[in-house]
């Protein structure tokens, strides 16, 4: 089979992956799309078995290290940690619908950073819902200030989103050099955002005029902090020790669900649902399919494109261009195509630069890129409750200013 | 007469207080609360949109449509309270200018709030629904000032001469 050939076939199936990842058809789980797009691209000779198997191994690690972050985000939860967040916030807002933004602002900017997005956007944003609904105001700006922040807060930490962890194997930075780096470029990111919120929502913000009562005080639960203490105390010790980070998730995992088994709060089947098993199938699914592009001449297309250099203007071009990539193809694949490019030709910063594009960049949108929300829209006339202008003219002000604050201070960061 | 009365969360008291002081003692009442579903989709499409997860349905207590339902029923409840008079409640849900508009058809007086910023007199103290009702009301509108009336001193003094009021300038 020809490069050439091979590339588009690898792209068709790439394409068709992300169309039932996006539409969701009851029937065909993305995980068999992405397992069977995988398979065809080996059975056709677009990849090789070795080369299938490359990949495979490369991602192995990365999809164990999510895995193990995933049980305890769902220890978290059943530990009453997020349900804790709400008290937290209720009580501490005082019934002002702007200490209650700040508090959403630093309680989802850190549930982000340690637990990732996606418990940001799956457990955390469902409280904040019922505590502005307790408190009697607008959900909306708090809404939109989780869906915001699981982005722009997701630069801090390897483990803070998937495409850092992804980046973070091909980068051999250490897990306290990486949050070194990142940190100013996260309060950059989350600056912005304030700004622009306190703006955007300034009528949603106004102070109801009667003080809501004083709801109770919130109970943290001890035992799901100490774990979570440990595990990134874990992760900054890690390269003093010399243990891999995966190996303290693991353990921050084992410590979190054990106990949760031998009491019977959570059964095995439970748990083997909470590490998403058919998610893990998808990325190495999906890690195949980019590799089956990528090895057959898509890396020198984006080689092309990508500038190589670590000048800030460089960096800028980097963030940009990934901001694109992830609103057309999605930040995941975005990141399988682009991180090993920039691996192979910059140094960190170019790596930490494409991260600020793919994980700010698709806050143009609630649904994970352009092009989604596009199809989306193209497919069936649904979201007519929302004012698309609105959240697009939101993501318009901050998506650019974040992402140029954030690889200002990248720059900034690496010079140090 | 029937009445209408648009309460939202912020200022329901000081319109359910205003409307028993000035509606007539006659009047057929329905409260009205419009809860705005544009948070539930956006949550929604937002935990949708992370790709390759297929998640299973929330637990009840996580179900946004739920809370907001339980969180209207209760707020209507203890509107009804203070109003100490036999009212039909009404919880609607979607675009809440459109929800509140469709629901004044065949009444004689919506009675609102100002929704926008309080502290001075002015077109700003009209939020973007509230506006959209005024303007396009099928019935008599009743608007209150939810708090303490803000003084005549607080609007702007005239624009000088060939320079458009504020609201009439092109925004920044």
Redesign the interface.
Known sequence: MTDGLAVALALVVLAATLAVAVTHPPYVPEAAAAGAGAVLLVLVGAIGLSGAGDALRALGPTVGFLAAMLLIADGCRREGLFDAMGAVMARGSGGSPQRLLALVFMIAAAITAVLSLDATIVLLTPVVFATAARLRTSAKPQVYACAHLANSASLLLPVSNLTNLLAFHASHLSFLRFAALMALPTIAAVAVEWVVFRRFFAVDLTRPRHASPQPERPELPRFAVAVLACTLAGFALSSVVGIAPVWFAVAGAAAITIPALVRRTATPVALARATEPGFLIFVLGLGVIVQAASANGLDSAVRAVLPAGGSLPDLLAIAALSAVFANLVNNLPATLMLIPVVASTGGSGPILATLIGVNVGPNLTYVGSLATLLWRRVLRAEDTDVELGEFLRLGAVTVPAGLVAATLLLWLALQV | MRALIWII???W??TIDDARALLPSDAEITLLHVA????????R????????????P?PA????QT??E??AQQ?LTEAQARLGRPATLQARR??VEREVVSAAEGVDIIILAR????QRLGPRSL??ATRFVIDHAPCRVLLIW??VVPELRTIPPPPPPGKPPPHESPGP
């Open positions: 969360e912020d200022t008291q000081a705005n579903t544009e948070p539930e989709t956006i949550a499409e937002a935990r949708r949109g992370l790709l390759g997860r297929r998640l299973p929330p207590s996580h179900e946004l809370i907001s339980l969180a707020l979607g675009r929704d926008g910023d309080r939020g973007p939810p708090d």
